[in-house]
């Protein structure tokens, strides 16, 4: 099966697709879309009408949306299972997930930002206040739902890395980066996870900084 993956260094959809790809030791081509300006029209027209990242085409068919992928890939490859066995454990990482990718990435993300501004002329400073505030809101409940787990594991879920694992490690990478003054030592379950599937290789290989379109390997 080839594999195409349009995507971008520092897209944590697209890292967690990344990882994900890596976890099943799956080879895939990488494309990288520049966002500087919004997406080539020759992207929104023949990739993705919504012109966001990634997409991965597969044997010419044409998949969007993180969630979707990281479920084709499960469905349809050999390899580490992306979800725990245990029924219970499997939603749950599943529910960890889309914590993270329907209450925390769709309100900070920098289209949101660009609208604050463009709309209701929010200055620099009330960006980064709303950012704040909608990360504290997530990470406080991803700590918590860790900390009621009936059994710790040393993935969210897991022996093993799983959905939840996947999409934690770029939510955590952007709040760092971002530098909005939050104290991430009030989450210390989020970090210690964090930091062990960091420490493995398909974590690592997925990273914003190991991406041929980084900028200072360009």
């Known amino acids: 099966m080839n594999l195409k993956l349009y995507s971008r260094y520092r897209n944590s959809a697209g890292q967690r697709v990344r990882t994900a790809l890596n976890i099943k030791g799956l080879e895939y081509e990488y494309i990288p879309v520049s966002l500087a300006g919004g997406a080539p029209d020759s992207y929104r027209e023949e990739i ?3 012109a966001l990242i990634p997409s991965l085409v597969i044997d010419g068919e044409i998949v969007t949306q993180s969630t979707a992928l990281i479920e084709f890939i499960e469905e349809n490859f050999a390899g580490p ?3 725990p066995d245990e029924p219970i454990a499997r939603a ?4 960890f997930s889309q914590v993270i990718a329907c209450e925390i ?3 900070i993300g920098p289209k949101i930002q660009r609208h604050l501004a463009a709309t209701f002329d929010a200055a620099k400073e009330d960006t980064l206040a709303w950012y704040r505030h909608w990360l504290h809101h997530g990470f406080t409940t991803l700590e918590e739902l860790l900390r009621r787990r009936p059994t710790a594991t040393p993935f969210c879920y897991d022996e093993k890395p799983t959905f939840g694992d996947i999409y934690l490690v770029p939510q955590l990478y952007n709040a760092r980066r971002a530098g909005v003054e939050l104290d991430l030592s009030d989450y210390p379950l989020l970090n210690e996870i964090d930091g062990r599937c960091r420490a493995l290789p398909e974590f690592d290989r997925a990273m914003p900084e190991n991406q041929p ?3 200072a390997r360009r």
Request: no cysteine; glycine share 0%.
């Open 213 to 215: 379109d980084f900028p």
């Open 81 to 83: 299972s992306l979800l």
């Open 48 to 50: 993705n009408p919504q």
């Open 105 to 107: 990435h769709p309100v």
């Open 92 to 95: 749950r990482s599943r529910a």
